[in-house]
């Protein structure tokens, strides 16, 4: 039976994150603009699938739809005491780097029967214009198996807070975008993977294209 929402812990972690760091600095120092609040589901599962520009995009896709959202992290982050502890009510789960994509599909997987929301980044990495230009089946292949619905979210320029050289975040001005609920695919084939994929990128890059 999937769980509604996330673990009380992890509610009250985010929460405590979120108003005492991310937040403040989102409005004050990035004045971010939020769109489409309306159409996150604040209870039961689901895939959140993103573009990617920057290592700031997992706190703000968190931080923007109101509810924590579990990402893959590096397997050795959870070999450090303590940090390893706080990643994971966070809701982070390890993969190990080389290791087969079903090993990510599996730990996704079991967060959303936990209750969690989950993060995608489509693209699979970080793109130098946060455009999305070749979507990866995997989130698909998560939301059908899971048979959870999408949550297509844009973040428009993340990708100038860091500058090659610098390891001072800039104060850009960021954008975030939510878009409606997608169906998860019915089916496992490949084309239907295909078309969800392509369906999502092309969601994701359109709310993209409507810049600040």
């Given at each position: 039976?999937?769980?509604?929402?996330?673990?009380?812990?992890?509610l009250?972690?985010?929460?405590?994150?979120?108003?005492?760091?991310?937040?403040?600095?989102?409005?004050?120092?990035?004045?971010?603009?939020?769109?489409?609040?309306?159409?996150?589901?604040?209870?039961?599962?689901?895939?959140?699938?993103?573009?990617?520009?920057?290592?700031?995009?997992?706190p703000?896709?968190?931080?923007?739809v109101?509810?924590?959202?579990?990402?893959?992290?590096?397997?050795?982050?959870?070999?450090?005491?303590?940090?390893?502890?706080?990643i994971?009510?966070?809701?982070?789960?390890?993969?190990?780097?080389?290791?087969?994509?079903?090993?990510?599909?599996?730990?996704?997987?079991?967060?959303?029967?936990?209750?969690?929301?989950?993060?995608v980044?489509?693209?699979?990495?970080?793109?130098?214009?946060?455009?999305?230009?070749?979507?990866?089946?995997?989130?698909?292949?998560?939301?059908?198996?899971?048979?959870?619905?999408?949550?297509?979210?844009?973040?428009?320029?993340?990708?100038?807070i860091?500058?090659?050289?610098?390891?001072?975040?800039?104060?850009?001005?960021?954008?975030?975008?939510?878009?409606?609920?997608?169906?998860?695919?019915?089916?496992?084939?490949?084309?239907?993977?295909?078309?969800?994929?392509?369906?999502?990128?092309?969601?994701?890059?359109?709310?993209?294209?409507?810049?600040?």
């Amino acid at each position: 039976m999937t769980r509604e929402r996330e673990p009380l812990i992890s509610l009250a972690l985010y929460q405590a994150f979120k108003w005492s760091v991310v937040s403040p600095i989102l409005h004050t120092y990035f004045r971010v603009k939020i769109y489409g609040v309306e159409n996150v589901p604040q209870t039961s599962p689901v895939l959140v699938v993103s573009n990617h520009a920057s290592y700031f995009d997992p706190p703000i896709v968190s931080n923007c739809v109101r509810r924590p959202v579990a990402y893959m992290a590096k397997e050795e982050l959870f070999k450090v005491p303590v940090l390893a502890q706080a990643i994971k009510l966070y809701g982070a789960y390890p993969v190990s780097r080389g290791s087969a994509d079903r090993a990510a599909i599996r730990a996704a997987l079991e967060c959303l029967d936990h209750g969690w929301a989950v993060g995608v980044f489509l693209e699979g990495t970080r793109t130098p214009d946060g455009r999305i230009t070749d979507p990866k089946k995997g989130a698909a292949l998560i939301a059908a198996k899971a048979k959870v619905p999408f949550l297509p979210v844009s973040l428009w320029g993340t990708d100038k807070i860091l500058q090659p050289g610098s390891s001072l975040p800039r104060a850009v001005p960021i954008t975030v975008r939510i878009g409606k609920l997608i169906d998860a695919p019915t089916s496992t084939s490949k084309p239907e993977l295909e078309a969800m994929t392509q369906k999502c990128a092309t969601v994701i890059n359109e709310m993209h294209d409507l810049g600040r």
